[in-house]
């Protein structure tokens, strides 16, 4: 054979590699869907393709693995006292990146800055049991609470609180930004100052990532080039179902959450609580799921996911002996009320994204709102509107996170005092069932104002190729880089 012919065979494989999403140096191809803010995250406001880059590169005391539990990071061990209100982390023996060694001041005051940058926001709430970080040692650190925080491990695990070192990140992996995107690689044992493993250079490869829109990232998934994609949500779920792919490729985390509208503008038609009640009403739920046609996936009236751990099952479905006619009846004469007081026929714009299952979403509601009265107008998710989509993720499995997502603490145009002084004292109470008692009523109050309206809990998914390891679906709806990024022994 010619040394051109030679050429030409080799470049011809090159291509066919590349082309099923196979590198010769062993790299994971991965997509995330997002944009390239997502190289830059900073500070505390993450988006998910940030919070997925920022727990890979800044390690916090706790993280998760593939599965969503909870394993060591900067603290290799901790115990809970007896009455849940302490929690004593032993920092690994080991060092920085930059050869500087973890020093329990230095995580301590990085974990307090943390955690003031997240005041005001629902995660901060979900955190303000803490009372005080202590230093017992150089590598102990005590975390003290006004009451039990059962899920206090759960939340140090999230990307919010990495705990960068000099304002750097501190792993575990290291960050190399490209043309496309970036290059993660695993930082060796050696040099995070822990035991050498001799098998590391064999296990271990880069994670090469690109942050696509859903529509690139799904066509690149199904041209080969990638071999996982991540990000997936409800607005780019049909996209899923094109190009041919396998359904064996589709993952669905089984989370939990808020995926409803919000009210961002408490002036005009929805001034009033029964007003936007008739919205919550007039929605048929199954209609709209069951044009997504996911196995499993149910509507709900509650603002609370009736699975819960804890819930006493005192809060149920709202018009439960009411059909979906009956409803948007009532609905409906509400609305002519409101007309013939003199008021316009109201008109009402929804931010929602711009994908195609969005707009499955808006049409579904454009029609049940108009069957009532309704005018609605679509705009885009960062544009003023009168009703937002809500599409998160719960942080933890407790009532607390849905109802903290809601209180007035986190600037919610339309709040409930009451709720917010009954989830206060659920905060501070140490008898379970008083404090089960007492997020049910918060949850009643809440729910009457009518300033969320429930739609379904969270669609997650993801596109993984069958060969591919350290993947695994999760209740939090993200998945970490490191996992991935180890071939198994």
């Not at 995250?41 to 590169?57: C, D, E, F």
């Not at 009168?386 to 942080?395: G, K």
Request: charged share 20%; glycine share 12%.
């Amino acid at each position: 054979m010619s040394r051109l012919s030679r050429l030409a065979l080799a470049l011809a494989l090159a291509a066919a590699a590349s082309g099923c999403g196979w590198r010769g140096d062993g790299a994971l191809q991965l997509g995330l869907v997002g944009d390239s803010d997502a190289f830059k995250a900073q500070g505390v406001r993450l988006s998910p393709a940030g919070q997925t880059l920022r727990a890979a590169t800044v390690e916090g005391l706790v993280g998760f693995d593939a599965e969503g539990r909870v394993v060591p990071g900067l603290a290799d061990r901790w115990i809970v006292t007896d009455d849940g209100q302490s929690y004593i982390f032993r920092l690994r023996d080991g060092t920085w990146p930059d050869g500087a060694r973890i020093d329990a001041e230095d995580v301590a005051a990085s974990l307090r800055r943390a955690l003031a940058a997240l005041r005001g926001s629902p995660l901060g709430l979900d955190l303000a049991s803490i009372d005080e970080i202590r230093v017992m040692t150089d590598r102990v650190i005590e975390i003290d609470l006004q009451s039990p925080l059962p899920d206090l491990l759960t939340l140090l695990a999230q990307p919010e609180l990495g705990l960068p070192h000099a304002r750097q990140g501190g792993g575990p992996m290291a960050m190399q930004r490209t043309r496309q995107g970036a290059v993660l690689s695993l930082i060796p044992p050696a040099k995070r100052g822990l035991p050498a493993q001799e098998d590391f250079a064999r296990r271990a490869r880069s994670v090469i990532v690109e942050v696509e829109t859903p529509e690139k990232a799904v066509a690149r998934f199904n041209d080969g080039y990638i071999d996982v994609l991540l990000g997936g949500r409800i607005d780019s779920l049909p996209l899923a179902g094109v190009g041919g792919l396998m359904r064996g490729n589709v993952q669905i985390d089984p989370v939990s959450g808020l995926f409803g509208l919000m009210v961002e503008n408490a002036q005009g038609y929805l001034g009033e609580a029964a007003n936007r009640e008739a919205l919550a009403m007039a929605i048929d739920r199954d209609a709209l799921l069951g044009a997504f046609n996911v196995s499993g996936w149910s509507g709900t009236t509650r603002i609370v996911a009736p699975e819960t751990p804890g819930d006493l099952g005192t809060i149920g479905e709202r018009w439960a002996g009411m059909g979906i006619d009956q409803r948007r009846a009532a609905a409906a004469e509400r609305v002519a009320r409101w007309k013939a007081a003199g008021n316009p026929p109201p008109v009402l714009r929804i931010a929602i994204g711009r994908g195609p299952g969005s707009q499955i979403v808006f049409d579904r509601l454009r029609a049940d709102f108009g069957g009532i009265g309704v005018e609605v107008q679509r705009v885009g998710e960062a544009a003023p509107a009168d009703l937002r989509l809500i599409d998160s993720v719960a942080r933890y499995g407790r009532a607390t996170w849905f109802l903290n997502q809601l209180a007035c603490a986190a600037r919610r145009p339309v709040c409930s005092a009451a709720g917010d002084a009954r989830l206060d004292d659920a905060r501070v109470a140490k008898d379970p069932q008083q404090r089960a008692a007492l997020l049910a009523e918060a949850e009643a109050e809440i729910t009457a104002v009518n300033g969320y309206i429930p739609i379904a809990r969270p669609l997650r998914w993801s596109l993984v190729r069958s060969r591919v390891t350290g993947f695994a679906p999760n209740p939090w709806g993200w998945h970490p880089l490191p996992p991935l990024a180890m071939l198994p022994k």
